[in-house]
């Protein structure tokens, strides 16, 4: 990021015209699209493309792939219907505003052409007196937050050779703080990730080793999007480089990866591949604790946890307990070599329904699931960028006091990483398959019931020696009369056979024969 006099204030050549009406009416056309994508819930995207006079070498190089990386990685991360903005970006001068918008669209087919179009026409950009135009990284992602986002939520991708000298000004580290405070103390970069690429160009002026390119998630939505893209293949596939974290570094800063599992039987864990720990149970377990032994990894590459103390708790079935740490201390914990850790985590039994109950009936032949999070807190954290991480940036951009803006903030002392849980109790099938029998049961039983009560039945009754076949439904009572056509009876019919009521004295009336 220092300056140099020979190329800034170098050769003087014909002043580039720019039509400021026209970039104040791209910038109008931006809102517009990007009021839209935000209607539409699509993630806009902020393309800035450095091209002051250090850059000089990724546009004179015929063998340079400076352009068609921007072009790659833009219609890898945007997706179709969402807005894509590209602007070139040096520092402002009066009447050359910077960014400067070349693209903006909603992404379709016909981008990858506007892309491509507009790339192969930009140049290294001159100051109206001829000399090559100097940079200043800060304002440009600032008016990609406030003007080109107008303050929604989106992503800012900044392509630049690590070169911070606005007005060619020699005092470059104070620059840098600058840019690092923008970065460290905004609130509304949730995310920055720094992607250093090994790029050797050759140019007129001089030669460069690299690229930096910068993410910078903007609000919350911003930060859930450049996650689903660094989740899937669309970054990966043009960068193989793992991306630097500049921030956060107080959240999710490690993981922890179960081991094995001891003194739980019908206990399992595994890690599921959307980061979810699965603790799989068997209905009859009852052991109360489970003691775990996990890797506990870094995830704040390039940074080592050079020491901080350890707690954990766990957070199921709304209850909130310590889970007890072999260790409360991890020193020179670096990315990509992982600790062991023992633990051991009480597991909300209590909680978990009996296999009689509606909850295992519901979920009969699948799982039942509980939710909830382990959280792991780091304090007296102390960071330190890596030998290895600072060896590279010297590579790729020898001179250059970048590697400052790694730094991570006096006021970062403590992080707290959150890996959530779910504790999955799988029923069989017995229970819903008894109940089931009982309930068919019951139905036949009521069902033979309904039909008994509603069939009609047959009584034999004489009368004055007359024999006659009567015919009743279940609950019902009938008259009986005599020769003479008086009511000398009544035939009562219930669900256990008939009887006779209401008989008159000195009637000749009797069930049977």
């Known amino acids: 990021m220092a300056a140099s006099p020979g190329l800034e204030r170098g050769a003087r050549l014909a002043p580039g015209s720019r039509d400021v009406m026209a970039a104040r009416f791209r910038i109008l056309a931006l809102f517009v699209l990007l009021g839209a994508a935000a209607l539409a819930r699509a993630t806009p995207h902020v393309f800035l493309v450095q091209n002051s006079g250090w850059m000089e ?44 918008a070349l693209v903006s669209t909603t992404v379709d087919k016909s981008t990858r052409m506007a892309v491509t179009r507009a790339l192969a026409g930009l140049d290294t950009a001159r100051k109206a007196g001829g000399a090559l135009a100097d940079t200043d990284l800060g304002e440009a992602v600032s008016a ?27 005092a470059t580290a104070q620059r ?25 160009v050759k140019g007129r002026h001089y030669n460069a080793n690299g690229l930096m390119v910068y993410a910078f998630a903007i609000g919350e939505g911003g930060a859930r999007a450049l996650d689903g893209l660094l989740a899937s293949n669309a970054v990966r596939s043009i960068i193989t480089e793992p991306p630097a ?31 979810v720990l699965r603790a799989d149970v068997a209905p009859d377990a009852r052991s109360p604790n489970a003691k775990i032994a996990w890797h506990l990894e870094n ?56 296999k009689w109950s509606m909850a295992a009936f519901k979920a009969a032949g699948s799982a039942y699931v509980l939710p909830g999070t382990i959280e792991v807190h ?25 590697p400052d803006i790694f730094t991570p903030p006096a006021q970062v002392q403590a992080s707290t990483a959150v890996l959530p849980i779910e504790v999955r109790v799988h029923y069989g099938s017995g229970p819903l398959l008894a109940a089931g029998g009982a309930l068919l049961a019951l139905l036949a039983a ?38 003479a056509g008086n009511e000398v009876a009544r035939l009562k019919t219930t669900l256990f056979g008939h009887q006779l009521i209401d008989l008159r004295e000195g009637a000749q009336v009797r069930l049977g024969r």
């Open 57 to 100: 070498p990724f546009y004179s190089d015929p063998q340079s792939q400076f352009k068609p990386l921007v072009t790659e990685l833009a219609l890898s991360v945007a997706q179709p219907g969402d807005a894509l903005v590209l602007a070139a970006f040096n520092q402002s001068q009066p009447n050359a505003p910077s960014p400067r």
């Open 144 to 170: 990609a937050m406030t003007q080109a986002l107008g303050g929604r939520d989106g992503i800012v991708w900044l392509v630049t050779n690590n070169r911070n000298s606005p007005n060619n000004d020699q």
């Open 176 to 200: 840098n703080r600058e840019f690092y405070q923008l970065i460290h103390q905004g609130d509304k970069i949730r995310t920055a990730l720094a992607f250093p690429l090994r790029m050797p």
């Open 245 to 275: 974290r500049l921030k956060p570094l107080d959240r999710n800063t490690v993981r922890l990866v179960p081991r094995k599992v001891e003194n739980a039987p019908g206990v399992s864990f595994a890690m599921g591949q959307n980061g």
């Open 299 to 354: 995830t704040m590459y390039p940074y080592t946890i050079v020491s901080a103390t350890l707690s954990a708790r766990s957070k199921l079935g709304g209850e909130n307990r310590p889970v007890t740490l072999a260790s409360t201390r991890v020193a020179a914990l670096a990315p990509g070599k992982p600790q062991p850790l023992g633990s051991t985590l009480q597991l909300p039994v209590a909680q978990l329904p009996g």
């Open 378 to 402: 780091l304090a007296d954290q102390q960071l330190a960028l890596s030998n290895g991480f600072r060896e590279r940036m010297r590579e790729l951009f020898p001179g250059d006091p970048l």
């Open 446 to 483: 009521g069902a033979a019931a309904a039909y008994g009560w509603m069939r009609p039945r047959r009584a034999l009754v004489t009368v004055e020696d007359e024999q006659r076949t009567m015919h009743a439904r279940t609950g019902t009572i009938q008259p009986i009369y005599d020769k």
